[in-house]
């Protein structure tokens, strides 16, 4: 089983940054692609970025030109950097990971969330 930890939310005003963070732990034989999904209350879940294993990026565009997604193979951590956030921004983030184990065997995962308050 693989667990991924999520942290980095929290309360920030109209225009400010927060960095998110993502590890994934366990039983990993290689972790192909990393990507970060929010929900807000009463709200289909939306895709916000994805890195695969080689570092290409895809963004929605929403937040396309203000969020950039990173990661770490080595420490099987993905990041999002969330700069001139906005109140529509927030939602609980999730992150996502798609993980071959051994013999093959390929999941996906998700983390328990975690919360971006963007208010004044």
């Known amino acids: 089983q693989v667990q991924l930890v999520e942290s980095g939310g929290g309360l920030v005003q109209p225009g400010g940054s927060l960095r998110l963070s993502c590890a994934a732990s366990g039983s990993i034989f290689s972790v192909n692609y990393m990507g970060w999904y929010r929900q807000a209350p009463g709200r289909e879940r939306e895709l916000v970025a994805t890195i695969t294993s080689g570092g290409s990026t895809s963004y929605a565009d929403f937040v396309k030109g203000r969020f950039t997604i990173s990661r770490d193979n080595a420490k099987n951590t993905v990041y999002l950097q969330m700069n001139s956030l906005k109140p529509e921004d927030t939602a609980v983030y999730y992150c996502?990971?798609?993980?071959?184990?051994?013999?093959?065997?390929?999941?996906?995962?998700w983390g328990q969330g975690t919360q971006v308050t963007v208010s004044s």
């Open positions: 996502n990971a798609r993980i071959t184990h051994t013999m093959n065997v390929i999941r996906h995962y």
